[in-house]
């Protein structure tokens, strides 16, 4: 198993570039997450979904969209990156309900400039 | 009150010695609770649940007070592979689809 997978690891945006981080899992989760993480901040939850075809807000959406159109797959995109996007963005996934299945995927080292 | 609040440190200890990290949470609903490690430049990964009754895994030992809202980690016996921040992470809100609440962190530095 690969467990949680992304890419890329590294990305450089300019202001107003789009882009979608990619996201996938084979370990049949249906709880999928994202989260970005600064420094002085800890973790942050941005989107996530409890199964394909259903996502929600996390704590910080705004700037962002996902989708979930299968039970692997979780893209989170970014509509016109901004400066304060400059992050480390973290996905993860986990078997509904049971927590000590949780995974952390390497993470995507987001600069915007 | 923060959501889940620990003291960032960083908390600089030689090898060999015992170290306490604590963490509090604001809802006395909560259920679930955790100890993540994350490594620098690295995923956190899941280093222990934290149980009411208490629970100890080799060097390491979590415990829950329910009453204060507080959940503690010791690391006895710290090795220099133990330098990592140790993240504090809550189910806050309860239930099966809840999201885990994550604390910014405590460094952890064990010198020779």
């Known amino acids: 198993n690969a467990g949680v997978t992304q890419t890329p690891k590294f990305q450089v945006l300019k202001t107003g570039q789009s882009m979608t981080l990619q996201c996938a899992q084979d370990m049949n989760h249906e709880y999928m997450s994202w989260y970005r993480q600064d420094p002085g901040m800890g973790l942050r939850l941005i989107h996530y979904?409890?199964?394909?075809?259903?996502?929600d807000q996390g704590e910080v959406p705004n700037g962002y969209n996902v989708s979930r159109s299968t039970t692997e797959d979780f893209p989170l995109r970014l509509l016109s990156a901004a400066p304060s996007q400059t992050s480390v963005y973290f996905c993860?996934?986990?078997?509904?309900?049971?927590?000590?299945?949780?995974?952390f995927g390497p993470g995507t080292r987001l600069l915007v400039l | 009150r923060k959501e889940v609040e620990q003291d960032p440190g960083p908390f600089n200890v030689p090898e060999g010695a015992t170290v306490a990290f604590n963490c509090t949470y604001s809802?006395?609903?909560?259920?679930?609770f955790f100890w993540y490690r994350q490594d620098c430049r690295k995923e956190p990964k899941l280093l222990m649940s934290?149980?009411?009754s208490g629970n100890e895994d080799g060097r390491f030992t979590a415990q829950l007070n329910r009453a204060s809202q507080y959940i503690s980690l010791l690391i006895r016996d710290s090795k220099l592979s133990d330098s990592a921040t140790y993240l504090c992470v809550v189910n806050l809100y309860g239930g099966s689809q809840g999201n885990l609440i994550f604390g910014k962190g405590t460094k952890l530095s064990v010198k020779p």
């Open positions: 934290v149980y009411s």
């Open positions: 993860a996934s986990r078997e509904t309900g049971v927590w000590e299945t949780q995974y």
């Open positions: 979904s409890v199964g394909a075809g259903i996502t």
């Open positions: 809802n006395s609903a909560s259920q679930s």
